[in-house]
DNA sequence: TCAACAGTTTAGAATCGTTCTAAAGAAACC
DNA sequence: GGTTTCTTTAGAACGATTCTAAACTGTTGA
């Protein structure tokens, strides 16, 4: 993971086909450094600025959407008033924190008896969302030892 | 819940604190009549002209929201670019297919094996979404044996 | 090396769902 | 009825995202 950004980065656009440009360079480079990230486009572009890489708002957009035909991304619907990408692609779920909108990865999460597709259909994706409030406004401290072990719903 | 409407609808107001006006009476003899039902605002609205209930968009918008709150009403989050509102408040699941935008609720899902939230953090709600696929563009029977038992993810 | 084409970036306009605003209208209360 | 309070509404405003058309850059091949 902590190779050669350059290269990594050159290397991912190449394989899917994508002209390596500066601008394609510098996100795949921060979006794929081996850390898992969850990245608003704003968030994005932000974030390429402050490392002085011109790019604008819609080449953040459009590099999203290519780096997620191009499986290098996924993204998440959790909130209605943004969309996340998340540079995870394997199976995996969340954790949505609604008052901060963090995301964060959860593995291996057991989904069971789905019942059949209706006709005609196929599972796509499934996705799990656990949306997470604060503990308590009054600031009590969490005793680990609380509910939420009732894992089925 | 093939009750008088009008009496079943204007309970529901008073129950939750709402003044009974012609346009909540109205949405909500519509969404609450014994059907479950998801609903998008534009939907709603479309809905209520069409029975020439008069009523603005940004009421529709006020009154899902209201309703939200009172709880008769869930918001669900599928879609980045819409938000639907479902008429089944229980504990329950989707089929959300990608295609047509349609929603199906499913019952019965299991979800196990979930980490324990982050400290100060609590489970607010678990969501479940199936996204379906259309089968096949070549139109090819569904043979009722595929995949899609493998329910676990 | 360079022309020429195809793919890319960009600013700014446009779009879309949703929320806000301020004023007019209706329900509730005395 | 008069007054207070809650509702509705048209239209403006908003924020995220997409589109447009023109400028720019990588690539290819002579």
Known sequence: MRERPYKHALDLLQRAGLRPTKQRLALARFLFDGHDRHVTAEQLHARALEDRVSVSLATVYNTLHQFTRAGLLREVVVDANRSYFDTNTSEHHHFFHEKTGELQDIRDVVVANLPQPPAGARIARVDVVVRLDDTDESGDV????????????
Do not use: K, Q
């Open 142 to 153: 969490v005793t680990h030892s609380g509910p939420a072990d009732r894992a089925d719903i």
